[in-house]
Nanobody, 122 residues
């Protein structure tokens, strides 16, 4: 079965950085668009960023443009999210997801990880 395992979350001060990783198994990773979503307490799930299977195209949510960078290593079945200049409003559970839809698709993906908590203190 498909498994997506996130890691790298934690507590960081505002202005700091974190790097999330998501390693996939049970699917042909190099065929899938990989995305990151987040959900803060009491709020709806929010699209953060997605990357094309080739790594050549990306789509960023407006709230993270210029601060977050997504990348992938198809040889390691892993996608990364480098988060810089973190703000308290970035506090959320971050989910890795996989889908065969185009990279511009920001709806619900087919496969999801369990999530990793990111907390940004002011």
């Amino acid at each position: 079965q498909v498994q997506l395992a996130e890691s790298g979350g934690g507590l960081v001060q505002a202005g700091g950085s974190l790097r999330l990783s998501c390693t996939a198994s049970g699917l042909t990773f190099s065929r899938y668009v990989m995305g990151w979503f987040r959900q803060a307490p009491g709020k709806e799930r929010e699209f953060v960023v997605a990357i094309h299977w080739s790594g050549g195209r990306t789509k960023y949510g407006d709230s993270v443009k210029g601060r977050f960078v997504i990348s992938r290593d198809n040889a390691k079945n892993t996608v990364y999210l480098q988060m810089n200049s973190l703000k308290p409003e970035d506090t959320a559970v971050y989910y890795c997801a996989a889908d065969l839809s185009p990279v511009d698709y920001i709806g619900s993906y087919s496969y999801w990880g369990q999530g990793t908590q990111v907390t940004v203190s002011s």
